[in-house]
């Protein structure tokens, strides 16, 4: 079976479907953002948002160009410790964040929602016929080939 590449449309409507079902549990459930910001500052929190390839082509399809700089999104991770798509207590990349970044709540933990969620994810990725490869998310998002801008 072959794997899903960038210009095949049935993995990025897949990604979509299973984000929006996200979504739909997320609010259901009564978790909301709060939009203080603090859930972008990984250093801070002790945390590493991870993803999967399919997350991160996603993202590269959906999200805006992060803020310039020069040594890419890993040093600005590391020089400030927070998320680059966050402004203002805000997520710019709100469309195509990660599951990650869906299922951090401020207000309790995630627990076994989450681990449901991500169990299904991992079921997304081998019904496309996807490695499954769960690792973090900014400094490998650079190093992959990006999807066209949907």
């Not at 945390?47 to 991160?56: D, N, T, V, W």
């Not at 709100?94 to 933990?109: A, E, K, V, Y």
């Not at 900014?138 to 066209?148: C, D, F, G, T, V």
Request: glycine fraction near 10%.
């Amino acid at each position: 079976m072959s794997a899903p590449y960038p210009g095949d449309a049935a993995w990025f409507e897949a990604m979509r479907g299973f984000y929006r079902a996200v979504d739909r549990a997320v609010s259901r459930l009564g978790a909301a953002c709060r939009s203080c910001g603090l859930c972008c500052h990984f250093e801070d929190g002790g945390q590493i948002l991870f993803a999967s390839r399919l997350e991160r082509l996603y993202f590269g399809a959906t999200a805006p160009a992060p803020p310039a700089n020069p040594d890419g999104p890993a040093e600005l991770l590391r020089s400030g410790g927070r998320c680059p798509f966050q402004a203002g207590g805000k997520c710019r990349a709100r469309r195509g964040r990660p599951l990650g970044c869906r299922l951090h709540f401020c207000s309790r933990p995630a627990g076994e929602f989450s681990e449901f969620w991500h169990r299904r994810l991992k079921r997304l990725h081998e019904s496309l016929g996807e490695e499954w490869r769960y690792a973090p998310f900014l400094p490998l998002r650079s190093a992959e080939k990006q999807a066209p801008r949907v």
